[in-house]
């Protein structure tokens, strides 16, 4: 077998939106979405192993915006069934490795599901351990029982609380900045063993506001007077029956008071009225506040996923 590990070259997208689905069943990445994150993300860069004249990995090192630190990284990547077990995989985490060496790195972040055994075995087996899991839970929204909830959301803004989609909003001037300033306050207190940090407008603009799954009439905003103080969001994903929770939090001194739940409640009315019969989130499962709110609307929890650190 003759391997050869190079930059991605765009012509390379349709080709692994295949390998990572047959790596990591059940993933939904296609060459779209795969293109998109790329060209969204921060810091980054692409890698992919060619064998005997055909592409059969991939992997890339970037950082997260919302996470930023100058010596930490995250790192993704898959090699096809059909090509494990012959050194490929070595021979990507080698590349991305003496990538980000001239960085002087001081941590490497991947992640892997707990069902992927293999996938988990050879990264333990490279210095690998797990810091942190989180839940990915659907929701059946075609047998949502919505009355069960009647009235929650009409509670919350009898408190002098309204509940408005950003369209609604989009007139002010500044709708971008207080959204942008809300988000980051809100990221503050996602759990996480990595400090969030405050992104900026431009990076905002470009990976959240320009991204092809934003989608304004799903986000869900609580008003105090015209402060900002609490958020749900559905982005769009591949499978047209199905959205994808974004981030859903208030801030510190409006808890307590049900607005989160509203919050989802109205974004979830809006999506089962345009026919969506599934939502996705994502939950850590330290986030005992948020997954108590998503198992209370009957959310049902997949494998989790691992969220594994190298130190160096």
Not at 122 to 150: M, N
Not at 168 to 196: G, H, K, M, S, Y
Request: net charge neutral; glycine share 8%.
């Amino acid at each position: 077998m003759n391997c050869t590990i190079r930059p991605l070259r765009p012509e390379d997208y349709p080709k692994l939106g295949p390998i990572f689905n047959a790596a990591m069943p059940g993933n939904d990445d296609n060459p779209e979405s795969l293109q998109e994150e790329d060209a969204t993300s921060f810091a980054f860069a692409r890698f992919v192993a060619e064998a005997d004249g055909q592409v059969v990995g991939s992997a890339s090192w970037f950082q997260l915006p919302s996470r930023l630190h100058p010596q930490k990284f995250w790192m993704d990547g898959a090699v096809h069934p059909d090509w494990q077990g012959r050194g490929i995989g070595q021979a990507l985490l080698d590349q991305v490795l003496a990538a980000i060496a001239p960085k002087h790195p001081i941590s490497i972040r991947t992640f892997s599901r707990e069902d992927y055994a293999g996938t988990r075995r050879f990264l333990e087996r490279r210095g690998f351990a797990e810091a942190k899991r989180t839940w990915e839970s659907f929701l059946d929204l075609a047998a949502f029982d919505f009355g069960s909830y009647a009235g929650q959301p009409e509670q919350v803004e009898a408190q002098g609380i309204r509940l408005v989609t950003l369209p609604d909003l989009q007139q002010l001037p500044d709708w971008a900045e207080r959204l942008l300033a809300l988000t980051n306050a809100i990221q503050l207190d996602v759990p996480d063993f990595d400090a969030a940090a405050a992104v900026a407008m431009t990076t905002f603009q470009q990976s959240y506001l320009g991204a092809s799954s934003f989608l304004p009439a799903g986000h869900y905003i609580a008003l105090d007077g015209d402060r900002w103080v609490g958020l749900s969001t559905l982005w769009t994903a591949p499978d047209q029956t199905l959205m994808d929770t974004g981030l859903t939090g208030v801030l510190p001194e409006y808890r307590r008071r049900g607005i989160a739940l509203a919050l989802k409640l109205r974004s979830l009315q809006w999506a089962s009225a345009r026919g969506i019969t599934r939502v996705r989130t994502t939950n850590a499962s330290s986030n005992r506040g948020m997954l108590a709110i998503n198992e209370r609307l009957g959310f049902v929890k997949r494998p989790a996923w691992l969220h594994l650190v190298r130190q160096f």
